[in-house]
């Protein structure tokens, strides 16, 4: 019986797709103010790409989590492994609140008005809530698994190296990302995980057809079963 949880296709996708859509959202709003006022200006300006840009971001964060299971599985029952594992996938939980947050941020400018909107998260964002906790494990996680990786030589000294950079995105709400930081820190996760995924993918035989449909069909299903409930 196969233990492996939750499957090569679903972790080669997390490894090749997560980094893939977070350098994809931030992109699409390059050019834009990367603190929240400059981006609630931005939607304001132009909605439907930053919903884009936010909802790319938020879809790649969520994919990592397989990503980080598969990484961490290949580096073995290490302490610093399963520490790293453990605090990458608790700071991606608070980065998926963060979204949530950025995407009611959104929605006061439609509401409110762009000015009505920057006051409300003025006024607001520094509110105590309980993901506060997670804004280490967002940092130090990828410190430690980047670590775990090396020293079980899953992943040589550049790539981890290149997957310690994703410590320096910018984490909490609207914020754009941007900056030349967080463009390396990015490509730091592109190279260090997506060849992974690639090798993860091609380790075995291909999915049934019928599986593959199933798999394309259920995104459009789950997503007008969302919007109708």
């Avoid at 494990?137 to 190296?161: Q, T």
Wanted: glycine share 14%; aromatic share 10%.
């Amino acid at each position: 019986m196969n233990q492996e949880m939750p499957g090569r296709w679903v972790e080669g996708a997390g490894l090749v797709l997560g980094p893939l859509l977070l350098a994809a959202g931030v992109l699409t709003r390059v050019g834009e103010d990367d603190f929240f006022p400059g981006q609630l200006a931005a939607f304001a300006a132009d909605p439907g790409r930053m919903a884009w840009s936010y909802g790319l971001y938020a879809a790649g964060v969520v994919l990592l989590w397989p990503a980080v299971t598969a990484l961490g599985r290949r580096t073995g029952p290490s302490a610093w492994a399963r520490w790293g594992v453990t605090l990458v996938v608790i700071g991606l939980f608070g980065r998926v609140f963060h979204a949530g947050v950025s995407h009611l941020a959104f929605q006061l400018v439609d509401v409110l008005g762009l000015e009505a909107a920057q006051r409300a998260v003025e006024g607001t964002y520094g509110a105590f809530h309980v993901f506060k906790a997670t804004n280490v494990c967002i940092m130090g996680g990828w410190l430690v698994l980047a670590f775990a990786a090396y020293r079980a030589r899953v992943l040589g000294l550049v790539r981890s190296m290149a997957l310690g950079l994703a410590a320096g995105l910018p984490l909490g709400v609207l914020k754009g990302s941007t900056d030349p930081v967080s463009l390396v820190a990015l490509a730091g996760l592109v190279v260090a995980l997506v060849p992974l995924g690639v090798t993860v993918l091609r380790a075995g035989p291909a999915p049934r057809w019928w599986a593959v449909g199933l798999a394309v069909a259920f995104v459009p299903v789950a997503f007008l079963l969302g919007l109708a409930g």
